[in-house]
């Protein structure tokens, strides 16, 4: 085997047409082996190089007889010294962090602990077992791809509509898709996948975790999976799993012809990226990568006990933010999908946990600033989980500009009120109309807010209404995981049940909280599979369920295709309203030399709502948004000039006449929504007569026949 010194960058497995260079980081070894395979069912190496070049703590080599497809892993050599914070392992082959692809996923053993499982001393024991038949390896990558004329769809914030998906959640049951196809990339590349994106009417697809992780040893002991896939093991490959080929070459170019297909259908790509933790765990956890390459330079450890690790995550580790090295790995890892893979944006997981230089959450922290001045990231989608669980971790309203943020308030706010559990109006309108109060502050815009009623974790939209309490019996845990806080209405009777009148208010408040999502101020997600009435049984936590539990069912009982049919409805006329996909906050001043605001707050008078109103419990508002109004511009500087709405909620159990604001003379309400029954008639309603809103649920109309869109309000309205 020839081996040349190399360069010390790029940092990885990099083929360059006539051989590979090697590099990687680790400012604490004393020598670098790398390790070559010729399968993945190889449990010895056919040879070990050590790299002969250290430069600026990267070692390196470059290889002229390697090709694409090779296998390949790294044992480091350097002081196992728990106590001081060092653990390696030769012993141990490890993960490249920067492989771009994964040829083999890990076997559990106990060799895969740098530690002797079961010894008294813990971790302050040292493991001599082998673990080359076990390890997960990395592969040689060529990264030539055709993209032909593939061009980002850059859909503005204000316009999007995100859909979550599990890449094999979404298909594994579609009848319309071959079966070998079924649960992969390629998959969404086939017409009935985007099919149901484009009739849906979502812009973007936010792709939970596709980057390759592991499965914790405890479930599938247990015969579980990590399904979710927040257990990050490689931040550069795509996860092999959803190959159809099950080969790492193949499984990149697999993943670049669905981000290909996808935005040939005018739908953007978001990956789900957790760059918080690794699958690595805490001191007891096993030795797959960071670990065993140089575990003080890559994870946060207790200053005082650097045995042990920081843990605002919940999974064992949190990666070091305070480490340049960290740094320029999440760096050049998003730079990657973005520029080699094509993606569009990400959502980062648990991202308070990236903001934590020191101990605190720091908002305007190194990671922020890297970001803000890189020319690739800084012009994609970036979306934040404004929280973790160390102290001070609940971040909602505090990320800087450039960023957006799942919006928990929003959430928690929506579902308490339709429960009818919240006292008052002012919360649930401050989030339909922006939840300004979290966001113009600090100079961002109403799309800063991404509104969720459901995400991938807790229950599904059916189940919010259908489940008082969890059941995660089938997890394992004597139903102890997730959290028991579903704080929606389920309709007076928990779980199954054959009763019209229960299985009636269930769908109507399923079209009360999709209704308030696609009918508020901010970008709207929506959980996959929600919009046909996906139940996972009450489990809030099915993170460990590979299973027919968590996938999507496609063969749809005449409610669910009716509600499927209510979303769709919903999407299309939330994208015909600019004053729903606004760029400015509503400004509530006159404009224009007419005393007319851009938004009114209506009591069921009809009456625009007085101070009193508003300190009140009173559960029932509406919300009038003037269509001429507007005082926006599009993106290329045109008046902005959309459809006067109103729109009328009831939390209360019982039917409200509601005053219908007077209009100018020709002109009426056009019915568009209400939640009562799933499909309204589109009729027409005089201003100033009484609609009956019934007990919780929403209607909303269109002015029509005005010949200025600004034209509704009377003296009742002020």
Request: aromatic share 10%.
């Amino acid at each position: 085997m020839r081996v040349w010194p190399g360069q010390p960058y790029p940092l990885g497995a990099t083929w360059t047409g006539l051989g590979v260079n090697f590099a990687v980081f680790s400012a604490h070894a004393t020598a670098v082996e790398l390790c070559l395979f010729d399968s993945p069912t190889a449990r010895t190496p056919s040879s070990c190089v050590a790299l002969p070049e250290h430069t600026d703590q990267v070692w390196h080599a470059y290889l002229p007889d390697v090709r694409p497809g090779q296998l390949y892993g790294y044992r480091v050599h350097g002081p196992y010294d728990p106590l001081a914070g060092h653990r390696f392992n030769p012993h141990k082959v490890v993960v490249d962090p920067y492989a771009k692809a994964i040829g083999r996923t890990v076997r559990w053993d106990h060799s895969m602990f740098g530690y002797q499982v079961g010894h008294p001393d813990g971790d302050l024991s040292f493991s001599p077992l082998d673990n080359a038949g076990s390890a997960p390896l990395g592969a040689v990558i060529d990264t030539a791809f055709t993209w032909g004329d593939d061009r980002p769809p850059r859909t503005p914030w204000h316009k999007t509509v995100i859909y979550e998906l599990h890449v094999r959640g979404f298909s594994k049951l579609h009848p319309g898709i071959p079966t070998p196809l079924r649960g992969t990339y390629e998959a969404l590349t086939t017409e009935p996948a985007l099919e149901h994106l484009q009739r849906l009417g979502v812009t973007a697809v936010e792709l939970m975790p596709v980057h390759h992780h592991a499965y914790d040893r405890h479930l599938v002991e247990r015969g579980l999976s990590n399904y979710w896939g927040y257990n990050t093991l490689a931040f550069f490959a795509p996860d092999l799993r959803y190959s159809t080929s099950g080969l790492p070459l193949e499984s990149v170019n697999e993943f670049k012809r669905m981000v290909k297909a996808l935005h040939s259908a005018g739908i953007e790509v978001i990956l789900d990226v957790v760059y918080n933790h690794t699958a690595e765990g805490n001191e007891l956890g096993p030795t797959l990568s960071l670990r065993g390459m140089d575990n003080r330079s890559y994870y946060r450890l207790v200053h005082d006990d650097p045995r042990r690790y920081l843990d605002f995550t919940g999974c064992g580790n949190t990666l070091n933010m305070q480490s340049p090295q960290v740094l320029r790995l999440i760096m050049d890892s998003l730079r990657y999908w973005v520029s080699d893979m094509h993606v569009d944006g990400f959502r980062f997981d648990l991202a308070s946990a990236l903001a934590r230089e020191l101990y605190d959450v720091d908002r305007l922290g190194a990671f922020f600033d890297i970001i803000h001045q890189d020319p690739v990231l800084s012009q994609v989608k970036l979306i934040a989980e404004p929280w973790d669980l160390g102290a001070g971790g609940y971040q909602v309203g505090n990320f800087p500009v450039l960023w957006t943020e799942w919006n928990g308030r929003y959430r928690d706010a929506m579902r308490a009120y339709w429960k009818g559990d919240q006292r008052g109006v002012a919360e649930v309108a401050t989030r339909l109309s922006g939840s300004n109060d979290l966001y113009e502050h600090g100079g961002r815009r109403p799309y800063a807010s991404i509104n969720f009623i459901t995400c991938h974790d807790g229950f599904t939209l059916h189940d919010l209404v259908t489940y008082e309490r969890k059941r995660n019996e089938a997890n394992g845990e004597q139903n102890r995981d997730g959290e028991n806080n579903n704080i929606s209405w389920n309709c007076g009777v928990e779980g199954p049940t054959d009763d019209p009148a229960i299985l009636g208010l269930r769908e109507r408040q399923k079209r009360n909280f999709m209704a308030s999502l696609l009918l508020s101020v901010g970008v709207p997600m929506i959980s996959g599979g929600d919009e046909m009435g996906r139940t996972q049984l009450g489990n809030n936590n099915a993170y460990c369920h590979d299973s027919p539990l968590s996938w999507t069912h496609w063969d749809l009982t005449a409610p669910q295709q009716e509600f499927l049919e209510f979303t769709k409805r919903l999407v299309q006329l939330r994208s015909q309203q600019p004053g729903l996909m606004r760029r400015k906050f509503f400004q509530g001043r006159p404009i224009r030399g007419e005393e007319v605001k851009d938004i009114y707050w209506l009591a069921p008078t009809g009456r625009e709502m007085a101070d009193a109103q508003w300190n009140s419990d009173l559960r029932a508002i509406g919300m009038l948004i003037i269509g001429n109004a507007l005082d926006e511009d599009d993106e290329r500087g045109r008046q902005v000039i959309g459809d006067t709405l109103l729109i009328l909620l009831n939390a209360y159990g019982e039917d409200v006449p509601f005053t219908l604001p007077v209009t100018a003379p020709g002109a009426h309400w056009l019915r568009r929504v209400d939640t009562m029954v799933a499909l309204p008639s589109a009729d027409n309603f005089e201003g100033g007569t009484e609609y009956t809103l019934h007990a919780r649920t929403l209607a909303c109309f269109v002015l029509e026949g005005a010949q200025r869109p600004w034209e509704t309000w009377n003296p009742v309205l002020t």
